[in-house]
């Protein structure tokens, strides 16, 4: 991955939700191993005068304004506490008047990374995944980062290994680059998880298990031999499981720090855009994770 050269570096999109704050204290940690800035957004969106009969009160605009300040304030310091003073990086903040899905996604046009909880203030349910964050998984130009409210210190988890979702296709390769550069940048192990086949092995009858594993192990192993070459430090442990891609994903996931996957695939883990597979595990997984999307 390149670092430094989106303009916006790593945006949070900031709510001053509990979710929100763990973004912020994760991205900040992602922007220092990185090197470069983040940017912290806090979109408000337009109230429209004549949806009610009731006049809107007089100085809404200075409290919106105050409002956005204050959480934004609050973004700042939880970043600045988050990172040490030798590993201090610039923060940039942004208040932006518009509607807040599509604002996000054209920042993530500039942007090496955009983080966001999984769902802010307004959500119906805290059991489904939010609008802006299954929207930006959908549409937006950078990968995505998706931290829950309780993600914000993980301390124990600091020497966990990244879990990398594959299974050979375009995204799945994207999803490859991004994991290999996150373990390194965090000296920690990466253990790269192949499910063969949404359906279960043993519904397929006169399949041949062993053979079909030997090709898969095979096939897994050249998809991840550059990636060992180009980044020597990360140790690399192969896992082919007989099983469905989100129930490995995400059993595995309890020993884990973050977990990487493309947002397409030949029908493992990525087979629908945010579908089963990709859905459930954002759904089940308590720790961050990173879904891959086509860089602009």
Partial sequence: MSAGTK??????GVDGSSASHSAVCWAARDAAMRHIHLTLAHVVSPIIAGWSPVPLPAGIAAWQENEARRILDQAVKIAQDTTTNDRAIPIKTEIIYAETIPTLVELSEAAELIAVGRYGHGKIARGLLGSVSSSLVRRAHCPVAILHDEDASTPHLTQAPVLLGTDGSPA??????IAFDEASRRSVDLVAVHAWSDTEIFELPGLDWSAVKAEEE??????????QE?????????LLVCDRPARALVEKSQSAQLVVLGNRGRGGFTGALLGSVSNAVVQAVRVPVIVARPSS
Wanted: aromatic content about 10%; hydrophobic content about 40%; glycine content about 6%.
């Fill in 7 to 12: 303009k916006y570096g790593i945006v949070v």
């Fill in 218 to 227: 095979r096939s897994l192993a050249e998809a991840l031999a550059g990636w």
């Fill in 172 to 177: 799945s390769k994207q999803a490859t680059a």
């Fill in 230 to 238: 180009r980044y020597p430090d990360v140790t690399v442990h192969r």
